[in-house]
């Protein structure tokens, strides 16, 4: 049996074995993400995308500010301009992932959406002074390239702008990690995700106000549900990563792939090009190579 092989089916059995706690939480937060989004882009169909993510960041921040209330945790803060850049890192990046699904193909988004791990070890290597894995500017360019066939410049204007912010957006997501291990153990999870959507709502409420529209009966229950999955999405994903491997747990998220492409098929009809299977499936790879080699 070679090695590549062997790896493999270590893969497999971690994943598999106990079907660990973590694995399996961390499939909850992809399913949980997905159908955030689902939501995300039925509400976008009237709604602004800035409007969704205020309301989003606001039923959030209840949910959370009940929950450290409820637990007694601390609502102290260390490295507070680091959490502050957190914030506006993930608020701002929250307005381009809203605007990249209402735009373009559920899939297509999610796929785009995945490459945050590809710019997180370019920030850790220079803000943190990690090492830069073996292969990874091949894996890189690999990935970019994926992302050129998803995008298809020039021959659709509108989705390749919305399909660019949703790259631009993961850059951002990537940022906003780094800071989150850069700010290592001293804050609790909640304090740092309450930071987030305090700033995603102040960011996102100048640029709501003069294009708000007022939800109707139909809108109100996504707006929550919405605020509600992120918040349960995000408690799983943060749990999961305590109990597995960051790598089991990269792997495991990427299901949401096909959570996303389901959704997408069922209740918009939508289907994957040849150029955005051929890209995503350059995405994907790299990044689950990069995954897989944190099991190493």
Wanted: aromatic share 12%; hydrophobic share 55%.
């Amino acid at each position: 049996m070679n090695k590549g092989q062997i790896l493999i089916d270590k893969v497999v059995k971690k994943i598999t074995s106990k079907l660990s706690t973590g694995a399996l939480l961390s499939l909850l937060a992809a399913f949980t993400f997905s159908v955030m989004n689902m939501m995300t882009k039925e509400a976008a169909a009237r709604l602004p995308s800035s409007e969704i993510v205020f309301f989003r960041s606001l039923f959030s921040a209840i949910i959370v500010f009940f929950i450290m209330i409820k637990g007694k945790h601390s609502f102290k803060g260390h490295n507070v301009p680091l959490l502050v850049l957190r914030g506006v890192l993930g608020g701002v990046g929250l307005l381009g992932v809203f605007y990249t699904i209402a735009h373009i193909k559920l899939a297509d988004a999610s796929i785009l959406l995945q490459l945050n791990p590809l710019f997180v070890i370019i920030f850790a290597a220079f803000f943190l002074k990690e090492t830069i894995p073996r292969n990874y500017f091949i894996l890189l360019i690999l990935s970019l390239i994926g992302c050129a066939l998803i995008i298809k410049p020039g021959l659709d204007g509108v989705n390749s702008f919305a399909a660019t912010v949703g790259v631009v957006s993961a850059i951002l997501a990537a940022g906003a990690y780094t800071c989150i291990r850069a700010l290592g153990k001293k804050n609790n999870t909640y304090i740092i995700v309450l930071y987030f959507v305090v700033i995603a709502m102040i960011v996102s409420a100048p640029v709501m106000a003069p294009v708000f529209i007022f939800p109707n009966l139909k809108e109100w229950p996504l707006l929550i549900g919405i605020g509600a999955s992120s918040a349960l999405a995000q408690l799983f994903l943060t749990k999961a990563y305590r109990l597995e491997k960051a790598g089991i747990v990269s792997i495991v998220s990427y299901t949401g792939i096909m959570f996303h492409i389901l959704w997408g098929y069922l209740l918009w009809g939508e289907t994957m090009d040849l150029y955005s299977t051929i890209g995503g499936f350059l995405i994907v790879a790299s990044c689950l190579t990069l995954s897989v080699r944190k099991l190493k």
